[in-house]
Structure formats: C-alpha cells, structure tokens
C-alpha cells in the first residue's frame, strides 16, 4: 500500500492531485522501508495503526490540501491531550434514542437524518475534532458512525479535504452480530456509544470485514466486554488479529458464499473480496435488509453528518479520488469480487468510510466497474501471483514480488490458494501474461490447486516459481519443470529461500518481480519508445551529452548500485542536483525522500572497467559490489575507490515523469580523490542512455 508511494503507473489523478513533488512529506516517501520493516513482520505491520500495505507500494502523490472548516454548529477548543469535550451549539435531533423499525431500506434511509444522535463534540491530539453518529440504517440494523472532522492525511500517500468516518454496524436477530469496530482514537467515544445502544456482553459475533487498525483497532477492547463472542473473518484476517490482540479468542474461520443466520431472516452470506485493498477483506450480505457491508469498497473520505446519499455532485470527486487511490491498483481484484456479487440484490451498501450508499448504489457501483475496465484496458500487461496465506512466509514474499513487478507497469493480481476455487484459478490464469506461483504446502488442496495452474498455462504464459519457506513447500525444481513442459516460457530460475528471510531476501524477491515485469513488457516499451518520435528527433536529443557516474546506496544489510548519466546541478544554496531514475531499477526503492545515497564520479581515464561491470545486468540478490574495491560513508553505502570525487547526498523531493522519478537531493559531504575530470557521456539518438 508500506506504506506511502504509489508507483508512477497508478498515480495520476488529474485535476484532483495539486502536486505530485512531496518535500515536506518524508515519511510519505519511505515506502519500500516501511514495506519491509513492517509488513515483512506480522505483529510489527499490525502495531502501525493505520499504514496501509497495499496502496503505499503505489503512489508518489500527495494531495496539499487542507479542509477549511466551518461548521456553525462545531467549534474546536485544543486540549492538554487525549480526547476533550468541546462546547458547542446543540445539534437539533429529534429522538433520544434509534428506533427499531420496520420500514424498508429506502423508508429508513430518508428518515434517517430525523432520528440519529450525535455525541457531544470531542478533541484529540489536542485540536482534531472527533464525534460519534448513531443512525438507523434498516430493519434491525444500526450503523455507529465515528467523524473524524479534521483528519488531513490517510495511510500517508493522500490528503483530505474533507476528514473520513469509520463506519461500524450492529444486526439484532435472534442473536446479535456486530459489523467492524473502529479507530484506537475513537476508544473511549466508540465504547461509550456502543454501551449505550446494546449491552456489549449480549454481542455474540464480531465481524471483521479486514484488519487494517482503523476498523479493528478496538476489536479487543469490544472482546474484553464479551469474551464468549465469536469473531467472524477470512484465514488472513484471523491470523492477523491473534498478532494483534495477543490472547485467544473464539474463531470462525469464513470461505466464499459461506453463511451465518442470525435468526429473524438475517442470514449473512460472506464473500471474499481479497486485495481491496487488503488481502484479508469479506464483504457481508444480509438477506433479510439487502444490505452489504464492504469496509473499504466503495467508500470515501468524506465526513459530513449526513448518514446516506449526499448530492452526487457533491462526492463524486471523493468517490473517484478514494478509487484511484485505493482500488485501481487492484483493478481486476475489483471486477473479480464484482463478479462475486453479480446474484446478489444490493439494495444497500453499507461503507466503512464515508456515506452510506442507497438511491446511490446502482450508478456508484458501475463506476467501479467501468473505472475498473478502463484500468485493466490502459494497462493490457499483467501478472498473476498464487500465494496460500497463512502458510510459511507466502505473503510477505508475494509483497515484495509485487512491488518490484508493479515497478514496470505490469497490472499485479493475487490468488490465495487457500480461498479460491478451481474456476478462479483457471480464470487467473488465462486472464494474465505472467505467472508466479510461490510453492505451497505438499500435500494439500492447494498443490492441487498448483497442478490447475500448470495444466492451464500456455506457451505465450511467463512463469516464475518461488519457495514460500513453509517447511513443507513443494519442490520448485519439479514444479518448474512441470512448467517447462507444457511450453511456458521460464524468464529466471526459481527463487530459493536458504533461512528465515531477511532484508536481502525481500530484496531479492523485489527484484526477480522486477525481472519479470520487464521481461513482460520490454517488446512493447522498446516499439513504444522508438514510435514516440521521428528519427532526426531522436538523434536532435541525442546531442544532449551527461558525466558518467555510478549512484551507490544501502539499507541494512542490501547494497545496490547502477550508472547514472542524467544528473545535473540544480542549486546553490543549498548545493543540490537533480538524477533521473527509471522507475523499474533496482536502486529505485533506496532513493526515497530522506533517503541517503553516494553520488561517485567516474575518471575521464579508466572508467570503462568500472562502467562495464555496473551495466552487467545482475542475478536479483547478487552482490552488485563482488570485486569492486569501495569503503562505506558516514552511513554504509559504498565509496569506490577508482572515483575521481564522491558526494554523499539525502533525497529531499521527487518528481515524477513518464518512465523515470527525478531525484533532487542536497549534498551533506563530499570530497575529492585525484584531479582528473569527471567523464563525459554523448549518444547518438535520445532513444537509449
């Protein structure tokens, strides 16, 4: 998600984005450490209260904007800390207390407004105004809104103009369900106000539609006031929340189109929704009300009092801009669970964020649909990754194989073995140009699944094959020799997980993603590129002449570094310069704002050895420094010792461009090793470096 960048394929929002150079926001542009440090570890990725996994991979846009807010009826006081009541005028609500009705959805959806309550205004953080909304939403069914008015920034990679809601639902049958909690912010807000409704201990399930900590941040706090509930979730989502409430708790585990019946005609039917935007997300459709509970689908960050159906005109922007933040990167998951959904009559959608959806469903749910068909249409190259959760380090690793395809533009789907079924995974397979499967337990359902996958395959398919460190994977040498026989085209050899991964294996996996992308992409990007201009064009750009230089970095125990010639000084004061990266190199993820990196110069005499080794193209996870002589900076990344000078340098902006970032830094300490100039670098056409 990881979590602030998204990359450059997925991020343009047109008249909705003000800027795409991020100076200010450093943690926004941290993505790939944040990728590995926290999602890499179960309990550390859940403990980041908030970070998005998926979107952070995927953008590089920051929207600056600030909600201007002025709501008569809401004044912000700051508080010492923690959250503090507000005076404020009282808001007009006509009845203490939601009524149990048995009117239809529509009925209940324009009454609302008339009977919800809202709790007195509070601060936290000292000046964020928070408030709880209760509303009934139809027949036995109340929604707990939490408004948080004054939030400017979600999952790092985008602002808000106008804050965001958390939506939690309660269903009363014969046995009471509750649908997502919410924010740790809300606490004592959310608890108060659900005590006030229900008595908590009467609860008997806990739905958790995903565990991102802005829905379940308070899953534990509702168990302590109802230990015997059951809490209802995917594989994922389970696995997730023993992480993340750290004591047992009555489980029961959810597959496609299984039910729960709450009695009174409330039977719940769950529908995996993977990848929108988290790998654990169901979708809840209650027969009785016709309403579907999809957390992050379909939402938006927009905080109003109004419970359903704002003027269209007035949220469309929101709507389109949570899309293309959150769900267009996962495009073809999205159409996926659409298709899910397609027998289903969704009367109402009951969102995790924003408004609720009722006479706006049927024309919000086909944008979703046609956003997504044009998504996957504009990018036509795209990869499928077979993972089984819960097994091993599979998901982590399927992480990092993502965010090094998604580099190059690829569109990047995921199967979960232990989910899907065979018509899922033949579908998969037909619909994608690249295949990655990472090796699953053996025996199991499935490695059936695994033998689907290779009888499916066709000559034109792109296969990569990787152990999933589970303890009992299947041999990736006879898998990939079962791909090999049905014609399937092997771009590397499988990737082998020796010991528990660490930073150089998440690396390594990145980086044979990355592979893959453009051994996917490379025909059409060169014809691209030779058709964007005419042949005297080309060799007119072609005189714009570089240095040779060689741009070094390292994080942890990881070193990479490639040639660079389009760097040129860009200030004075501070001293700083600009280097284009191509988005799909390596060296890209350690080039991010506060990132530090080592700018060396080449000699103009003797520079061809060093040059030559640095454009052999690498084995991903290889030693790019075996048998280059260098000395670490200040801070660890190599100093060659045939440079003429070296800088080291921290990244300050980025600005993003067709097929490359521009990486403006400041130098912080350089020197000078013999008095030869720096080489120079011309070409004959601009086509190529």
Known sequence: ??????????????????????????????????????????????????????????????????????????????SASGPRKVPTTAVPVRSSKVTRTQASAAEVAATAQDVQKLSELMTWNETKRIQTQVSPVAEDTTTIRCLDWDRDRFDIEFGLQEGTTYNSYIIRGEKVALVDASHEKFRQLYMDTLSGEIDPSTIDYIIVSHTEPDHSGLVGAVLDLCPDATVVGSKVCLQFLSNLIHKPFKQMLVKNDDKLDLGNGHELTFIMAPNLHWPDTIFTFDAKTQCMFTCDAYGMHYCSDEVFDPEADKVLGHYAFYYDCLMKPNARSVVTAMRKCKDLDVQTICTGHGPLLHSLAPEFMEKYQSWSNDAMAKSPTSCVVFYTSGYGFAEQLTQALEAGIAKTGVEVDQVDLATADTQDVIEAVAANDGIVVLAPPFPSKMADHVDTVVAAVGAKKKVLVCESYGGKDEPVDSLNAAFMNQKAQIPMMPLKVKEEPTEATYHQYEESGTDLGQALVTKKKVADVKGAMTADTAKALGKISGGLYVVTAAQGNAKSGMIASWVSQASFEPLGFTVAVAKDRAIES???????????????????????????????????????????????????????????????????AADHWIVYSEVVNGQVHCEKRTATHTRMVGTYY
Request: glycine share 6%.
């Open 590 to 656: 350690y080039m991010h704002v506060g990132d530090q990196f080592v700018l060396n110069c080449l000699p103009e005499d003797g520079y061809q050895p060093i040059m030559k080794h640095f454009l052999t193209r690498f084995a991903p996870g290889a030693d790019r420094f075996e048998g280059v002589k260098w000395s670490p900076s200040s801070f660890g990344a190599p100093v060659l010792d045939e440079s003429a000078a070296h800088m080291e340098c921290k990244v300050v902006s980025r600005m993003e």
């Open 1 to 78: 998600k990881q979590h602030g960048e998204r990359s450059g394929q997925h991020s343009t929002f047109g008249s909705r984005v003000s800027c795409v150079l991020q100076p200010a926001v450093a943690a926004s542009s941290r993505v790939r450490v944040l990728y590995r440090t926290l999602f890499y570890s179960t309990s550390a990725m859940m403990a980041t209260s908030g970070i998005s996994l998926r979107s952070a991979s995927k953008a590089a846009v920051v929207l600056n904007a600030r909600r201007a807010v002025s709501r008569k009826s809401l004044r912000c006081v700051a």
